[in-house]
């Protein structure tokens, strides 16, 4: 579960009101390659990961994208301070304003509200780190984009910060798949080796239940360990799993 | 039930009272009774959090004991595994 923290990661302290940034910078907010999208798709994907490295990577760099979320945000918001009804018509910002006032929404820069279909979940650990990849320099230069268009240094500054982060977390992915790809199976060269077929290490729950589209690609009816699929089923359901009796009051 | 769950279904009740308490409190920020439990939550939860964590490891990436040289921040099972692992 999540507790908050009552501050930005990194400060945002904005003097002056500027709509025209406001409507581009929210792009991080709700865009294809923003903040809100990036978390929710590591929070999502960390249950198809059968490696403890990979389950704490994408567990701890989906909750910072959180507070990336925020920071985001408190840029709109101070952006959009104490506007006249001249800076609202003149900056382009009228079309998010007669929708949303100056609440914060979730949308492209474009308008496109925010969407799951911009992120993907697919099951398959190498899949998903390459994409958490490529998301990782799309919201990179998405910032580059945002820093070539803005002048004023109190937006710069915490894009510059995000900005760095996005580099930061693609070596991290980079970690995340060369243990992912180790540990499938380092002589793998095309690193095509869906994990599903594979049992994970030590006191690990399978990625998915026996008899349940286990079989490996060999189509014998064994995974990649030699293990019938079918005899799993005891070792996986002991009949101390019931949940515990709430009943006592 | 083994030691681990019934440490950590403390942690839950304790830290389920704190999450309760707090969001009643955010509506009546004045309210004594309620202040009362809040500190009295706090107190018994810091002390299942750290009766668990002494025995199975960090709840928090902030509280991972290093002396182990090991960041078993890391290790198995995580939340979503079930507690049969």
């Not at chain 1, 198809?48 to 701890?60: Q, S």
């Not at chain 2, 004045?30 to 199975?56: C, G, H, V």
């Amino acid at each position: 579960m999540w507790s908050y923290d009552k501050r930005l990661q990194y400060p945002v302290n904005i003097k002056n009101p500027n709509p025209q940034l406001a409507k581009i910078v929210i792009t991080q907010l709700g865009g294809p390659d923003g903040e809100l999208g990036a978390s929710m798709r590591y929070l999502n994907q960390r249950y198809a990961m059968p490696y403890k490295e990979g389950k704490a990577i994408l567990t701890d760099i989906g909750t910072e994208e959180l507070a990336h979320m925020e920071m985001i945000s408190a840029i709109v918001y101070q952006l959009t301070r104490n506007l006249t009804r001249e800076q609202i018509l003149e900056s382009g910002f009228a079309p998010y304003f007669v929708d949303h006032t100056t609440g914060i929404y979730p949308q492209a820069a474009s308008g496109m509200p925010w969407s799951a279909a911009t992120i993907q979940s697919t099951g398959d650990p190498i899949a998903d780190l390459f994409e958490d990849l490529a998301a990782e320099q799309k919201a990179r230069l998405t910032y580059d984009n945002l820093l070539r268009l803005i002048d004023d240094p109190d937006v710069r500054d915490p894009i510059k910060f995000l900005r760095a982060r996005e580099i930061v977390h693609f070596q991290r992915f980079g970690d995340a798949l060369t243990n992912l790809q180790h540990n499938l199976d380092a002589k793998n060269y095309y690193a095509f080796n869906p994990a599903i077929d594979i049992r994970p290490p030590q006191n690990n729950r399978l990625p998915m239940r026996p008899g349940n589209g286990m079989n490996n690609m060999n189509g014998s009816g064994m995974n990649s360990n030699g293990i019938n699929n079918n005899e799993m089923s005891e070792e996986f359901a002991p009949p101390e799993l019931q949940p515990p009796n709430m009943q006592s009051r | 039930m083994n030691e681990r769950e019934t440490l950590l279904n403390r942690v839950r009740m304790y830290d389920f009272a704190l999450v309760e308490v707090i969001e009643f409190l955010d509506g009546h920020p004045n309210n004594s009774a309620a202040l009362a439990y809040y500190s009295k939550m706090r107190t018994a939860f810091d002390k299942a959090a750290s009766d668990y964590e002494d025995q199975f490891g960090p709840l928090t990436a902030r509280e991972v004991d290093t002396r182990s040289g090991n960041w078993n921040w890391i290790n198995d099972p995580w939340p979503w595994e079930g507690a049969d692992n």
